[in-house]
């Protein structure tokens, strides 16, 4: 019982993601080529978060396993605290060399064109990815999968798909 939200959880992020790439098919060769340039350089930003929420899956889980609830509330909110600073650091970098990062990718002008205008919505969605992915790292850390299978299910079936969608119309 306690594999299943995690199941829930790792394969709803993925077939989310699947869905967007589905609905950039939609669009035209142009947005197709924006959102694979954007996504892979989310995905760039994304590599800390991601090691970030392992860290403290482990270290709470650790915690818990030698009877230790302090330690695992103090990695919890020491993970909290680190994630403010390296939303900060990853927002600067996007934000101050975007171009860089969009020009590895391509330098077609009218992809980058659409690059520059979606690149807030880009910096929106790292910070809430990016605390997601920790604090879910920390739900499973302490047992609590359940907790990540439901905020999954709201910020990208309830919010994040139909917010993408709607952007796009």
């Known amino acids: 019982a306690i594999g299943f939200p995690s199941l829930f959880s790792i394969c709803s992020e993925w077939w989310a993601f699947e869905v967007l ?4 098919a939609q669009l035209g060769e142009l947005e197709v080529a924006t959102f694979n340039v954007a996504f892979s350089v989310t995905l ?4 800390i978060p991601q090691g970030m929420s392992i860290a403290i899956g482990v270290l709470a889980g650790n915690c818990l396993g030698e009877n230790n609830p302090q330690g695992a509330r103090a ?3 020491l993970s909290l605290v ?15 060399f975007s171009q860089h990062f969009f020009g590895m990718y391509t330098e077609d002008e009218p992809t980058l064109f659409l690059l520059r205008n979606i690149l807030p ?8 990815d990016t605390c997601q992915t920790v604090m879910q790292g920390a739900f499973r850390g302490v047992g609590r999968q359940d907790h990540s299978a439901k905020i999954i299910l709201v910020t990208l079936w309830l919010i994040g798909v139909p917010c993408s969608f709607l952007y796009t119309l």
């Open 121 to 128: 919505f880009m910096l929106i969605f790292h910070v809430g």
């Open 82 to 96: 680190m994630i403010v600073g390296v939303c900060i650091v990853n927002l600067t970098v996007l934000s101050l």
């Open 21 to 24: 790439v589905a609905l950039s």
């Open 75 to 77: 990695y919890t909110r």
């Open 44 to 47: 760039i930003a994304f590599a």
